[in-house]
């Protein structure tokens, strides 16, 4: 049975009932995962065993229906011989790899689990807590450097509780500077302003205490990356390699950023060397949070 076919199957409400090899060589997330789904679908819980002989040659066997369970198994390497693998059913094997001496025994049973992508993973996140905004979802992602296991224990956590108050726990977990999950850095703000992301922009507001970011470099930056949407929405001929940006980024531009008209961009940009220029000469005297406060409110539309 290949990947798609059990996907197919689960689907279509069919729940499989021979030996089935999961192969998972980097992850065994999606592995848990099927096997969950087809716990459900049978209703039947997981039992975990350390062979597949197990249930029926252990003297649990006695006392305890393993046919009422499905029976897993889970080991770096699946190199149990048989002389018939169609007898165990039920039984699920979670393994990084097959016994090459065994392989062409158990073919038919194997199935190859691919490993989750940022796509795949970020999908799942959004199915399990469709609250999430698209910014929250990548947030989570990279605080948590895409470790699934990691992501869902977070989310677990945050599903216990309702509506608007998902992301509250979430936004706390993202301010709390003594968070591993920490992570209100400069560049999340610049991207919000610069996408005009008013939502996420009233966060950063709301968590001062959390975004000790020096003035000077938050305003190079903005004024560096709105000179660089000007140059990339409303010039054709410009050498990417003088502006130092790779042909990757400057597509994120054209394609993400919203369109801005000339004359709003000329006065961000004239504003922005302005205020540089008063930082530098110290004409600016106000604290961090008021001066980042004032920046943003004079360029966000």
């Known amino acids: ?82 002389e018939d693998y169609s007898i165990f059913e039920n039984t699920i094997v979670i393994c990084d790899k097959v016994d090459k001496k065994i392989l062409p025994l158990v073919e038919d049973y194997i199935i190859e689990l691919p490993k989750p992508t940022e796509g795949h993973i970020k999908a799942y996140m959004q199915v399990i807590c469709p609250e999430l905004l698209p910014t929250d979802i990548n947030w989570l992602y990279k605080a948590a450097n895409g470790d699934i296991y990691k992501i869902k224990n977070e989310l ?11 992301k509250e726990i979430l936004n706390e977990l993202r301010f709390n500077t003594s968070s591993d999950l920490y992570s209100a850095t400069i560049f999340d703000l610049l991207e919000f302003v610069a996408m005009n992301n008013r939502v996420e922009i009233m966060e950063f507001f709301k968590h001062r205490e959390a975004c000790d970011f020096d003035p000077i470099a938050f ?49 961000v940009i004239k504003f922005l060397s302005g205020i540089d220029q008063d930082l530098k000469l110290g004409r600016l005297d106000l604290p961090k949070a008021q001066l980042l406060d004032y920046i943003i409110l004079n360029v966000v539309r």
């Open 1 to 82: 049975m290949t990947f798609k076919e059990l996907k197919d199957n689960l689907l279509k409400g069919f729940v499989p009932t021979d030996l089935l090899i999961f192969v998972c060589k980097d992850n065994h997330f999606l592995a848990d995962q099927y096997l969950n789904e087809i716990c459900i679908k049978a209703g039947k819980e997981a039992n975990t065993v350390k062979s597949i002989f197990e249930p029926t040659n252990s003297a649990l066997a006695l006392v305890f229906d393993y046919s009422s369970a499905i029976n897993v198994v889970r080991t770096e390497v699946f190199e149990e011989v048989a």
């Open 156 to 166: 677990d956590k945050v599903n216990l509780f309702y509506g608007k108050t998902k």
């Open 219 to 267: 305003t190079n930056l903005l004024l560096k990356k709105f000179k660089e949407i000007l140059l990339i929405k409303h010039r054709s001929n410009v050498n990417l390699k003088l502006l130092g940006i790779t042909d990757w980024q400057a597509k994120k531009i054209r394609e993400n950023y919203p369109y801005y008209p000339e004359d709003y961009l000329f006065s």
